[in-house]
């Protein structure tokens, strides 16, 4: 894709952050008239809004993922406010919802969150692989490591895996698909010669022969080479294990942050890492999550988040923040200022939020500040205006940050995303931040985020020292 436009300034990346369950983001808007998600369990659902995006030119859907209930609230191990409100429970597995949308778009890439840590990578390697071939390329993993303690239990361990851990193994994991996909197969095997009865030439096939410390996998693929061979790499950590990891594997990298001179140093570091790993600092792209209520102006817009909290549901909102940070607020009184508990983690927590989130100086963040502010959004920055307010905060996030482009959260689903068509992406245009029309119809995940004829992995990608390429009698990494 192009970076910039003839005036010389960044074009922005724009993804739809969705999730397969009835309330992702914001608990209770499921009931809201302009929310469809009590859908998502049709089909219908799912390729009418893969078409609207994708009519409208957003780069990707970006689908998260997560493998266990969030149990804290009120618990130990009570799903009751989650199921209650939908909040991100019951979820359904991401990656079958691919191949029909696919279908039902030209342009639109799919960014499907897989955890590494309860699947084997065999296993994995082989799902990537055929929905790759079903969407023509127009696949992406975002690669996760889980958080969740009632993950593990339902995966058969007593406790999670330790955090560092879990990204040492990552890693590992990592390699054993780089020669999966890249090295087990020559970029000359497939043949097809009708003539000779030939499909795949066999010794253009070996085995991989991964012995490692946490997997032994022999191989060879068990699929044949898909149009990118590996995806096009996400990765979402914001820890110093995660952001290491995402500099070393990852192509688009997602953080979070409530100011673009916070997220400033997370991106440099970013990049930082990647240039310590060999990488060009250019072939990763930076995208925040971040969530926008805009209408036709700016009284309208703040109108609409009024609305939206009249339908939020306290009890899921709740729920949700136990999930993300291991703390059960049931367990505190109502007045408590949060800046001041006894509890570290939460009081880190809410006191970046007091620093960081606008209007907020100086007064007490107690429970009800905490759920009014997640109930919008999550966790994420929220912009509210009009589409020139918007289109001003995301230039300065721009320009201030480094960041490539935003995962947009949604409040109601499709209702948001309709809204930052009608209001939003017209301004985006009129600056030259957002493209008009994509540079190659049909492109694959990698050409719609790296550029044109980017399919395989860029050479400076560590995956690539794996390719077994036409010519060489066995992959040079085996030569090693």
């Given at each position: 894709?192009?970076?910039?436009?003839?005036?010389?300034?960044?074009?922005?990346?724009?993804?739809?952050?969705?999730?397969?369950?009835?309330?992702?983001?914001?608990?209770?808007?499921?009931?809201?008239?302009?929310?469809?998600?009590?859908?998502?369990?049709?089909?219908?659902?799912?390729?009418?809004?893969?078409?609207?995006?994708?009519?409208?030119?957003?780069?990707?859907?970006?689908?998260?993922?997560?493998?266990?209930?969030?149990?804290?609230?009120?618990?130990?191990?009570?799903?009751?406010?989650?199921?209650?409100?939908?909040?991100?429970?019951?979820?359904?597995?991401?990656?079958?919802?691919?191949?029909?949308?696919?279908?039902?778009?030209?342009?639109?890439?799919?960014?499907?969150?897989?955890?590494?840590?309860?699947?084997?990578?065999?296993?994995?390697?082989?799902?990537?692989?055929?929905?790759?071939?079903?969407?023509?390329?127009?696949?992406?993993?975002?690669?996760?490591?889980?958080?969740?303690?009632?993950?593990?239990?339902?995966?058969?361990?007593?406790?999670?895996?330790?955090?560092?851990?879990?990204?040492?193994?990552?890693?590992?994991?990592?390699?054993?698909?780089?020669?999966?996909?890249?090295?087990?197969?020559?970029?000359?095997?497939?043949?097809?010669?009708?003539?000779?009865?030939?499909?795949?030439?066999?010794?253009?096939?070996?085995?991989i022969h991964h012995a490692?410390?946490?997997?032994?996998?022999?191989?060879?693929?068990?699929?044949?080479?898909?149009?990118?061979?590996?995806?096009?790499?996400?990765?979402?950590?914001?820890?110093?294990a995660g952001n290491g990891?995402?500099?070393?594997?990852?192509?688009?990298?997602?953080?979070?942050?409530?100011?673009?001179?916070?997220?400033?140093?997370?991106?440099?570091?970013?990049?930082?890492?990647?240039?310590?790993?060999?990488?060009?600092?250019?072939?990763?792209?930076?995208?925040?999550?971040?969530?926008?209520i805009v209408a036709a102006?700016?009284?309208?817009?703040?109108?609409?988040?009024?609305?939206?909290?009249?339908?939020?549901?306290?009890?899921?909102?709740?729920?949700?923040?136990?999930?993300?940070?291991?703390?059960?607020?049931?367990?505190?009184?109502?007045?408590?200022?949060?800046?001041?508990?006894?509890?570290?983690?939460?009081?880190?927590?809410?006191?970046?939020?007091?620093?960081?989130?606008?209007?907020?100086?100086?007064?007490?963040?107690?429970?009800?500040?905490?759920?009014?502010?997640?109930?919008?959004?999550?966790?994420?920055?929220?912009?509210?205006?009009?589409?020139?307010?918007?289109?001003?905060?995301?230039?300065?996030?721009?320009?201030?940050?480094?960041?490539?482009?935003?995962?947009?959260?949604?409040?109601?689903?499709?209702?948001?995303?309709?809204?930052?068509?009608?209001?939003?992406?017209?301004?985006?245009?009129?600056?030259?931040?957002?493209?008009?029309?994509?540079?190659?119809?049909?492109?694959?995940?990698?050409?719609?985020?790296?550029?044109?004829?980017?399919?395989?992995?860029?050479?400076?990608?560590?995956?690539?020292?794996?390719?077994?390429?036409?010519?060489?009698?066995?992959?040079?990494?085996?030569?090693?």
């Amino acid at each position: 894709m192009s970076n910039t436009t003839a005036t010389g300034k960044k074009q922005i990346i724009l993804n739809a952050f969705v999730m397969n369950t009835p309330a992702h983001m914001a608990p209770g808007q499921w009931r809201h008239p302009r929310n469809k998600t009590a859908n998502y369990t049709k089909l219908s659902f799912w390729t009418d809004l893969a078409k609207l995006l994708d009519n409208a030119g957003f780069h990707a859907m970006f689908i998260a993922d997560t493998l266990g209930p969030y149990d804290v609230y009120k618990g130990p191990a009570n799903v009751g406010p989650a199921l209650a409100s939908g909040a991100q429970y019951p979820v359904n597995d991401p990656l079958y919802l691919v191949p029909a949308m696919a279908e039902a778009t030209k342009n639109l890439i799919f960014g499907v969150t897989a955890s590494l840590t309860y699947e084997a990578p065999y296993s994995l390697a082989r799902r990537l692989t055929t929905v790759d071939h079903l969407a023509e390329g127009r696949i992406a993993w975002n690669i996760v490591t889980s958080y969740l303690d009632s993950a593990a239990r339902n995966f058969g361990l007593s406790e999670q895996i330790e955090h560092d851990e879990r990204y040492r193994r990552a890693h590992e994991y990592m390699e054993v698909l780089y020669k999966l996909w890249e090295g087990s197969f020559r970029d000359d095997a497939v043949v097809k010669d009708e003539q000779s009865g030939v499909y795949i030439a066999p010794d253009a096939v070996r085995q991989i022969h991964h012995a490692g410390k946490y997997f032994n996998v022999p191989g060879p693929h068990f699929c044949e080479p898909s149009v990118q061979r590996t995806p096009f790499l996400f990765q979402a950590g914001v820890s110093e294990a995660g952001n290491g990891f995402g500099g070393k594997h990852g192509e688009a990298i997602f953080v979070a942050g409530q100011t673009p001179e916070g997220v400033r140093s997370t991106v440099q570091n970013i990049r930082k890492v990647a240039e310590d790993e060999g990488r060009d600092p250019a072939h990763i792209k930076v995208i925040v999550g971040i969530t926008i209520i805009v209408a036709a102006t700016d009284e309208e817009a703040f109108a609409k988040k009024e609305e939206f909290l009249k339908y939020a549901d306290q009890e899921g909102v709740q729920a949700l923040f136990g999930g993300w940070t291991g703390v059960d607020l049931s367990k505190y009184p109502d007045d408590e200022d949060f800046r001041f508990a006894e509890a570290t983690r939460v009081q880190s927590i809410v006191k970046r939020w007091a620093s960081t989130v606008p209007g907020t100086d100086n007064l007490p963040w107690t429970k009800r500040r905490i759920v009014e502010f997640l109930s919008v959004g999550g966790i994420q920055t929220k912009l509210i205006g009009s589409g020139k307010t918007v289109a001003d905060e995301l230039e300065r996030w721009v320009e201030i940050s480094g960041v490539d482009g935003f995962n947009l959260a949604h409040i109601t689903n499709p209702g948001s995303f309709e809204d930052v068509i009608e209001f939003l992406l017209p301004e985006l245009r009129a600056r030259g931040l957002f493209r008009d029309k994509v540079d190659k119809e049909g492109a694959t995940a990698r050409e719609a985020y790296l550029g044109e004829g980017q399919i395989r992995l860029p050479e400076d990608h560590p995956g690539s020292k794996y390719k077994w390429r036409a010519g060489e009698k066995v992959p040079k990494y085996q030569e090693e």
